[in-house]
């Protein structure tokens, strides 16, 4: 049995403390396995003590795990005054820049976000559809008639394109996206679990990672300005960016038009890179799906070849697929707050200071909440089924509550377009044994190589996209 812990709040009483995970390190406690395999131990936490419990992890006064439907129904509907995201996710500011996202007062943050629902409207997500199809059938034409790939990389280097174009507009994709892929590349090899303890000490990566957001920085602005002077316009979100204002009037900055930039590119794109290679091996090792989805398709292009932005919502069975894909290996598998307040939760008393955290990978597989939930089942998100419905705070791939990931919509269609592509033109074989998630990264993919042989169909269906 666990002894039952205490400390004196912040109103001078006494209280009783979530129960402390056992095998902690002297010094170390926790740090050790968090880095090699944090999914293991949430889920042995999880597995020992429920759905609240301490972990050790230096620097930090104190680590409580929250996991579960009624968990998350109290972690994500705290407020801002009584959490803050600024302190768990300093290792972001060196990228977005001071006062931008995490780094800002929670009412600028909140401001901020509400630039992206501009860049969401119905308009510009036609122009962001056209360009997941049309980047789809230009990457995959390349490839020719066979080709050995590795997921991974395919993901990470096609959704850099689809992103880049609709971000930063169709001119900037062809001209500079090869130098755009490598240098944020370069800045991204800087988030690492060391980040997370002291994203400012003077190593290597950390040093490339400021070079690589200069350039990115001047990139951008080369493009603002040449929009400036020559007043041209177009429907991206560097547009949105550039005619935002806060309530006060103030237009944006330079600096804050490109860090809010890499903030959403941050959200949208490497997730969506990770995800396709999931997707691709979890439909691979489950070929049952593959005919559901290609009579789906058929249903609804029938011999047409334009796709419209209708058509990629209506597909609803390739949608349940990347849910699935995202319930088993969400990119991201861990969520941190700091409280500002103390909490109650399952009776225990959890003080101000502590860092509250939460795991999209263990909730996810909680057979109370997801039937079978180690098998690939993506009918679960069908209507008869729909445990995500069951229990709201289920399902937290993009996170839940007042900030949860906007870029949901932008996501799923870029994922829907490049995989129905994919579906309708390529037969696919995997070549590895295992594919297995590798920790080394903050956004967890299949660990390399992962490869697979794509074999162009006899009959290639090209599918354009058209304004329905």
Not at 66 to 86: T, W, Y
Not at 142 to 150: I, M, R, Y
Not at 214 to 223: F, G, N
Not at 350 to 379: C, G, K, L, Y
């Amino acid at each position: 049995m666990t002894a039952t812990a205490t400390a004196t709040s912040t109103s001078g009483t006494t209280t009783r403390l979530p129960p402390m995970l056992d095998r902690g390190l002297p010094l170390l406690g926790h740090a050790l396995e968090m880095r090699n395999n944090p999914v293991e131990l949430f889920q042995r936490g999880y597995d020992r003590h429920g759905s609240i419990y301490q972990l050790k992890i230096p620097r930090s006064p104190r680590t409580v795990a929250m996991i579960g439907p009624k968990a998350h129904e109290k972690f994500f509907r705290l407020r801002d005054d009584q959490v803050s995201m600024r302190e768990v996710y300093a290792l972001m500011t060196p990228i977005f820049g001071k006062g931008i996202a995490y780094d800002a007062p929670p009412e600028v943050m909140r401001e901020q976000l509400g630039f992206f629902h501009a860049a969401l409207r119905e308009k510009r997500m036609r122009t962001y559809a056209q360009g997941f199809v049309e980047e789809a059938e230009r990457y995959f034409d390349a490839l020719g008639d066979e080709a050995v790939v590795d997921l991974y990389e395919v993901g990470n280097e096609l959704t850099i394109y689809t992103s880049s174009r609709s971000l930063l507009g169709k001119d900037f994709r062809d001209r500079l996206s090869g130098e755009f892929a490598r240098v944020y590349y370069e800045m991204e090899a800087g988030l690492n679990v060391i980040a997370f303890i002291a994203p400012h000490l003077p190593l290597p990566s950390f040093r490339r990672r400021d070079r690589a957001r200069e350039r990115l920085y001047a990139m951008i602005k080369e493009i603002t300005d040449k929009r400036r002077r020559e007043g041209t316009s177009e429907e991206d979100f560097l547009q949105t960016l550039m005619e935002a204002k806060y309530k006060d009037g103030r237009p944006l900055t330079d600096d804050e038009i490109t860090g809010l930039l890499l903030a959403i590119m941050f959200a949208g794109h490497h997730t969506s890179g990770v995800t396709f290679a999931w997707t691709g091996i979890l439909l691979h090792q489950n070929p049952q799906w593959i005919a559901p989805l290609l009579e789906e398709q058929e249903r609804i292009l029938g011999g047409r070849t334009e796709i419209t932005l209708e058509d990629l919502h209506a597909m609803e069975k390739l949608e349940w697929c990347v849910k699935e894909t995202l319930r088993l290996y969400p990119p991201i598998i861990m969520l941190a707050r700091k409280l500002l307040v103390d909490i109650e939760f399952d009776g225990y008393q959890v003080p101000a200071e502590t860092t509250i955290m939460a795991s999209p990978a263990v909730a996810h597989r909680i057979p109370e909440v997801f039937a079978n939930p180690n098998r690939f089942e993506p009918d679960r998100f069908g209507p008869e089924r729909a445990e995500d419905k069951k229990h709201p705070m289920a399902w937290i791939a993009f996170g839940a509550g007042r900030h949860r990931c906007m870029g949901i919509v932008f996501a799923q269609l870029q994922l829907r377009a490049i995989w129905s592509h994919i579906l309708r033109n390529f037969d696919v074989e995997l070549l590895e044994s295992t594919y297995e998630p590798d920790y080394s990264r903050l956004l967890v993919g299949p660990r390399k190589p992962c490869r697979a042989r794509l074999r162009r169909k006899k009959a290639k269906t090209t599918v354009a996209m058209g304004s329905a």
